[in-house]
């Protein structure tokens, strides 16, 4: 989303989208108890008028969000917000000469969503805008035109870009030697498994563990393997097929048996190791560098969603998430056993556990707690577009992609950036064709 917008509209558009939070709920409010400027036209856009109070509006929302202009100094402020209003005005112009027309259905769908996002009826929210001053006409023609410039905008730019195939593939080159060309390894083991019974005892265990010993001594002193797994595993397989697991990317083995083999040469047999199941014999029977690929940080998190409702609003919902959090991070309460209790996403069942995420998988506001979590860190309540969220980071491991999330990832990086780019020569383009005039302040 862009900033050409006044502070008004930036927030009612904002709501719509479901990105400001309790913005919503208390920002027009702050507004309405700041002093209005005074008034009068500061420039016109191919005979439109924008005014003093626009202006100040926008920049007093551009000084409260110094990542916009970090280092800006009032008169620069002023000259920023004057420049994206000009943008703003003129591009409307462009989407209305176009003949683009926004449908009653959508801006009562828009309506809604702000609604929605606030946990109130469409009545309600007409009240409480009511009360902050702004009339449902301006609200709804508010909407109107940020949904007039999303279609311009998709239509004279996303929708004319294009990513190659060609282009994925340099773009994947570059950002592997960029990591230093790290290749994945695809290992082949086979292995013989002695299991243990969970009833077993101290002395059943180690007389298991000592037929084990034996077992990998026969194979290292040269017994073949395919026949010792055959006679001895007690793997699902019952060791068909000499207990060969296949060729397959390392990553997908248990850390235990990479870990056991990562200095075994090929051919050779590993020691014994145990496990849930039980002992382990472990041979490496093929091992080759695979494809350069890219490497992600890859997260594995669960959470609790609970969703704010007229009988448990927002407020009691994060109070109550705010009380289990204290339980959890005390030990009073176990994380995943309170996810299967109350949770109200999919994951529930398995105590909010959502799995290995590679970056993007989830909504920013989620990603972004996500990623200042240290393993076994709980974050204070979350307020997303979803509900309120409890996230706790399990683990993390750097991964190579798969063939095809490297290819998702490379189109959808290209395809931002040649967006970005394409937007920027748009903006220029509208902003040339356009007549500005500028004028002074009265005196």
């Not at 905008?153 to 996303?158: A, G, L, M």
Request: charged share 25%; with cysteine; proline share 4%.
């Amino acid at each position: 989303m862009n900033d050409h917008f006044s502070s008004t509209r930036w927030l009612v558009w904002a709501c719509a989208l479901g990105l400001a939070g309790l913005l919503c709920s208390t920002g027009a409010a702050a507004q309405s108890s700041i002093p209005r400027p005074a008034d009068f036209i500061v420039a016109v856009v191919n005979s439109e008028p924008i005014t003093n109070q626009d202006v100040q509006a926008l920049k007093l929302r551009l000084s409260r969000d110094r990542r916009a202009a970090p280092d800006a100094t009032p008169a620069e402020l002023n000259r920023k917000a004057l420049e994206q209003l000009i943008n703003e005005k003129a591009q409307l112009q462009q989407a209305r000469d176009a003949g683009i027309k926004i449908e009653d259905e959508a801006i009562d769908s828009a309506e809604m969503n702000v609604a929605s996002n606030n946990q109130v009826t469409r009545d309600e929210l007409r009240k409480n805008l009511s009360k902050e001053g702004l009339t449902v006409k301006t609200f709804r023609d508010q909407l109107r035109d940020q949904l007039m410039l999303s279609r311009v905008r998709e239509r004279e730019v996303e929708g004319r870009v294009r990513v190659s195939d060609q282009e994925v593939e340099q773009y994947l080159q570059e950002q592997i030697q960029a990591q230093g060309g790290q290749a994945a390894i695809d290992l082949n083991l086979a292995m013989i498994l002695i299991a243990v019974p969970e009833s077993s005892t101290e002395a059943q265990i180690k007389a298991l563990q000592e037929q084990a010993e034996d077992v990998a001594r026969r194979a290292r002193s040269g017994e073949n393997f395919a026949e010792l797994a055959k006679k001895f595993s007690q793997a699902m397989d019952k060791g068909a097929n000499g207990g060969e697991m296949g060729l397959r990317p390392s990553e997908r083995y248990p850390d235990l048996f990479l870990n056991a083999t990562r200095n075994v040469r090929v051919g050779a047999t590993s020691a014994v190791v145990r496990s849930g199941a039980g002992f382990h014999i472990l041979k490496v029977l093929d091992r080759r560098q695979g494809q350069a690929t890219l490497m992600v940080t890859q997260t594995r998190a669960r959470h609790i969603l609970v969703r704010p409702t007229a009988q448990a609003p927002q407020a009691q919902v994060v109070a109550r998430l705010n009380e289990l959090r204290q339980s959890i991070v005390s030990g009073k309460a176990d994380f995943a056993a309170v996810a299967r209790q109350i949770s109200q996403d999919g994951s529930a069942a398995q105590g909010g556990d959502l799995g290995w995420a590679n970056p993007g998988m989830f909504v920013p506001e989620f990603e972004q707690v996500m990623n200042r979590l240290r393993p076994g860190q709980v974050a204070e309540p979350l307020v997303s577009r979803f509900g309120v969220h409890l996230i706790e980071v399990m683990e993390r491991r750097n991964a190579p992609l798969s063939d095809q999330d490297q290819r998702a990832v490379a189109r959808s990086a290209l395809r931002e950036k040649k967006t970005e780019e394409a937007y920027n020569i748009w903006v220029d383009d509208v902003r040339s064709r356009a007549y500005v005039e500028m004028r002074e302040p009265p005196q």
